[in-house]
């Protein structure tokens, strides 16, 4: 039995190898490159192939998939939106994601977010690098404990992300069109989003970035967010209309903003993995801004998250080559 993964990093690399030890039926082999049609042929003779990536996983890629007979893409992490399902399906090429990786991870980077955007770290941090202290000290903060955090999407990382501020004393609000649980003691789930907006002072995102969800912050929905609001994404690029986002900073609308997911991810990927300077004028305008804090799609990255993420991944092809069903199959 062989599998094929792509796109391993040095620290997914050690993670695959501790777990062929223990696979010894498998013939693993470790690709550094993202998974493209062109590549796929070292994939031949697989069960299929696993794949952790931002770049597009296209009609071509799964039109050779199929001709080599590799039925199964198992990725590595949970979004979906840079999967041409409908060729998928042409192809009959099956996927599976990791669903929940590391909710835990996600919920506190969200905090850690927060927390920063509360004191104004930002704008302190650039004060700091010209010697303008004095300016840094006159910048007012928020306390958490104070604000009313929106939660958008109510599964197992905004339920950990409203907990936590919860916690921390803040009055915390959600929203779930799909969610049908009991209501915690401590939170209030509204039944839209644009009454979920107009009470929340800090709005953080956790939907999928499926096509209904594309701009669910657009220049509308910012707008009924109350005067010097916080918006947090580290979801998925394509829930925030990023000139709209603009637009709303520097008008003073919204006090800040932390994003960790970039709307046009996919098309400055190519410049971040070549180390070349990022010339996309959006990304170069958001990232400008003085509060703004930009971090590159790492709200998932801790050590728990990474061995589930390898190791969920290699258990859904194992699952297709043992029964014909994968454990967490995803079909759009």
Not at 270 to 296: G, H, K, M, W
């Amino acid at each position: 039995m062989k599998i094929t993964a792509f796109g391993v990093s040095q620290e997914e690399r050690l993670i695959f190898e501790k777990w062929a030890q223990t696979h010894p039926e498998v013939e693993l082999r470790l690709v550094t490159e993202w998974l493209t049609a062109t590549n796929v042929t070292l994939a031949a003779g697989s069960i299929g192939v696993s794949a952790f990536q931002t770049g597009q996983y296209d009609a071509a890629l799964f039109e050779k998939m199929a001709a080599l007979a590799l039925p199964v893409l198992a990725i590595r992490n949970v979004g979906t939106d840079n999967i041409d399902f409908a060729a998928a399906a042409r192809y009959k090429i099956q996927i599976s994601n990791v669903p929940s990786y590391s909710p835990a991870g996600i919920a506190e980077y969200v905090v850690t977010l927060a927390l920063q955007l509360l004191r104004r770290m930002p704008e302190v941090e650039r004060l700091v690098a010209t010697d303008q202290l004095l300016a840094a000290r006159a910048l007012t903060g928020r306390e958490l404990s104070q604000q009313t955090v929106g939660v958008v999407g109510f599964g197992h990382i905004g339920q950990l992300t409203a907990k936590l501020f919860h916690q921390m004393g803040a009055r915390v609000l959600a929203f779930d069109a799909y969610y049908h649980g009991a209501e915690p003691t401590w939170l209030r789930l509204l039944p839209d989003l644009p009454s979920l907006l107009a009470e929340s002072n800090l709005v953080t995102l956790h939907v999928p970035g499926v096509a209904a969800n594309r701009y669910l912050l657009n220049a509308t929905n910012l707008a009924l967010l109350p005067e010097q609001a916080l918006v947090i994404n580290t979801a998925r690029g394509n829930l925030i209309e990023t000139p709209a986002l603009i637009a709303a900073l520097r008008s003073g609308a919204l006090a800040g903003a932390a994003i960790d997911t970039f709307e046009l991810e996919d098309q400055i990927e190519p410049a971040v993995q070549q180390r070349q300077p990022i010339s996309d004028p959006l990304y170069r305008e958001l990232s400008a801004l003085p509060n703004v804090l930009v971090t590159p799609h790492i709200a998932y990255h801790t050590n728990v998250a990474v061995v589930n993420m390898v190791q969920d991944s290699l258990a859904n092809l194992l699952a297709y080559a043992c029964n014909g069903q994968l454990q967490t199959p995803v079909t759009r």
